[in-house]
């Protein structure tokens, strides 16, 4: 299945008004900040593009190591003509990129993961690189909502039952297995993620989709702003 058709493409309406929300709100962040040099972190089928507003002289470049995603991307690439697309870890220039955005990637990896990519983010930034980070919020009210949503329209989500939906609301951990990759966000907390970015990475921003007014209280992504 293509990944639009998860995503801002769904035919539930609430799936796709969050998903645009979050690319609009992800390019308004990228707006605000100064660079030559932009990177999309496994940017899946690079529908994040279609609402970056491009800068003449800035170069854009987009890293999708999925060989499903990257085939996804090659059949938008008439709408991303202005996009370099890299397929392969070590195409990435090092010390090169200005920004670099990871959207709705790290909360499928693992914590050994989740270190190595912050190795490869430093690896590839320029000092004082800006990093912006969206993951979904799967904890407290917002996890209510959104579980009993994939309840409602029967979208498949490993873990989800009655035992794990009340831990999501209480911020109690949940066990995700031992495999390299995550297909399901439950289980996910933001909040262990936003302690691990503050080791690794200055946070100079923190903000909420689709509604930033209402916080961390009832949203879909949070967003973090980091410097290197």
């Not at 800006?130 to 799967?138: N, T």
């Not at 995550?182 to 970015?197: A, E």
């Amino acid at each position: 299945m293509k990944y639009s058709k998860l995503t801002n493409k769904s035919n539930i309406f609430l799936k796709r008004f969050t998903h645009t929300s979050r690319h609009i709100h992800c390019s308004k962040l990228v707006r605000r900040l100064k660079y030559k040099t932009y990177l999309d972190y496994g940017t899946g089928d690079g529908q994040l593009f279609e609402f970056i507003k491009i800068k003449k002289k800035s170069k854009y470049y987009a890293y999708e190591p999925y060989k499903k995603m990257y085939q996804q991307f090659i059949n938008n690439k008439k709408k991303l003509s202005h996009v370099k697309l890299i397929k392969k870890e070590e195409d990435l220039r090092k010390k090169y990129y200005d920004i670099i955005s990871i959207n709705e990637v790290i909360e499928h990896l693992p914590p050994k993961k989740i270190i190595k990519l912050f190795k490869i983010i430093k690896s590839i930034t320029k000092k004082n690189s800006f990093i912006i980070i969206s993951v979904p919020i799967e904890i407290g009210l917002s996890s209510l909502v959104k579980n009993l949503i994939r309840l409602l329209f029967n979208s498949k989500h490993e873990g989800l039952n009655l035992n794990n939906l009340i831990r999501s609301i209480f911020q109690k951990k949940i066990y995700r297995g031992k495999g390299n990759y995550y297909k399901s966000h439950i289980g996910f907390n933001h909040l262990d993620l936003k302690q691990n970015l503050e080791i690794h990475f200055s946070i100079i921003n923190i903000s909420y989709s689709p509604f930033n007014i209402l916080k961390n209280f009832l949203n879909s992504q949070i967003f973090f702003v980091c410097r290197v």
